[in-house]
């Protein structure tokens, strides 16, 4: 689907208040946390840690799920490749808009694809788009199965499942990889709130 609007004579609309006055407001640098994974990996689960954790050191967080989105912005796409493009680009876009009021937002979608990953890095001003791998192998990912997914792909009454019968493109330079197979969810979230502090995005 085409990123171009269809309308003509669109002006993006600058306000008075920048990044900067947003960031002293906040006390902390606004960008997208793009969390990426297999079904299974934990990506929801994380995401709502490192949420919590954020808000209670007083930041503006907030997550947007996979599921969540689906229910209503996304309510009129399926699974299909062109969808699932279209899925991720309308969230790269909401992503943005978060990430410009100030927001550390916390995407938790497979978005199985590089091309589309690096789209809605693309969107956004450098440092603003943080590519975290929730790394949990397959095999960890289909033991947990939460949602009964994966056996109902193996029995053929899924198709185009990622990791069975459609790809996964894992990151091969995320700013932060967390294998969540192998330490707790408190384990990664911290991991994940760590180097946030490290790069200075919670320094106000």
Not at 67 to 81: I, K
Not at 146 to 153: D, I, M, N, T, V
């Amino acid at each position: 689907m085409s990123t171009q609007p269809k309308a003509e004579n669109l002006t993006w609309h600058r306000g008075e208040v920048d990044r900067a006055a947003r960031t002293a407001a906040h006390g902390h640098q606004g960008a997208a946390l793009w969390l990426t994974g297999l079904s299974g990996s934990g990506k929801s689960t994380l995401a709502h840690r490192v949420e919590r954790l954020l808000i209670e050191r007083g930041c503006f967080a907030y997550v947007l799920d996979g599921d969540n989105v689906r229910h209503g912005l996304n309510a009129d796409l399926g699974f299909a490749p062109e969808e699932r493009k279209e899925n991720i680009r309308r969230v790269g876009h909401v992503a943005r808009l978060f990430a410009d009021a100030g927001a550390l937002v916390i995407t938790a979608f497979i978005s199985p694809y590089r091309e589309d990953r690096a789209q809605v890095r693309a969107m956004m001003p450098e440092g603003e788009f943080v590519e975290v791998h929730v790394a949990a192998d397959l095999a960890t990912c289909e033991a947990r199965d939460p949602k009964g997914l994966y056996a109902k792909a193996r029995a053929g009454e899924i198709r185009g499942f990622t990791g069975i019968d459609a790809p996964y493109e894992a990151p091969e330079a995320p700013e932060l990889r967390v294998d969540t197979g192998a330490q707790s969810v408190d384990e990664s979230a911290a991991q994940v709130v760590a180097w946030l502090e490290e790069r200075g995005y919670l320094a106000g």
